[in-house]
């Protein structure tokens, strides 16, 4: 069974720069994983945030982050990066990485069914 490991989250003001760190515990798949992050805000669903395709690293965010956060993978370290920078009080929410087999299709790599590996959270808080 994979584990994935979150950090890097905690409370910061508006305008603030944050890096959340996921890696997987065990690599069981020779052809790597497309990642993921999602997000959930109290009170609200779960929603996707940025994703990454293993092989050749394409990204795609969700609108209201693109341009602010940045993902990157490390595949030789099996972990995956997010860069958030002028972060708004609207980020705050519990931050997840997922992780999806190789074969999975990137199109459809938006929907948190896809993925077949989950990380237990971490908090960002963004403060006015």
């Known amino acids: 069974q994979v584990q994935l490991v979150e950090s890097g989250g905690g409370l910061v003001q508006a305008g603030d720069s944050l890096t959340l760190s996921c890696a997987a515990s065990?690599?069981?798949?020779?052809?790597?994983?497309?990642w993921g992050w999602f997000r959930q805000a109290p009170g609200k669903t779960r929603e996707f945030v940025a994703r990454?395709?293993?092989?050749?690293?394409?990204?795609f965010y969700r609108d209201s982050v693109e341009g602010r956060f940045t993902i990157s993978r490390d595949n030789a370290k099996n972990s995956v990066s997010l860069q958030m920078n002028n972060l708004q009080p609207e980020d705050t929410a519990l931050y997840f990485c997922a992780a999806a087999e190789a074969r999975t299709s990137w199109s459809l790599l938006t929907s948190q069914s896809e993925y077949d590996y989950w990380g237990q959270g971490t908090q960002v808080t963004v403060s006015s």
């Open positions: 065990r690599h069981t798949s020779s052809n790597g994983y497309h």
């Open positions: 990454i395709r293993y092989y050749d690293s394409t990204t």
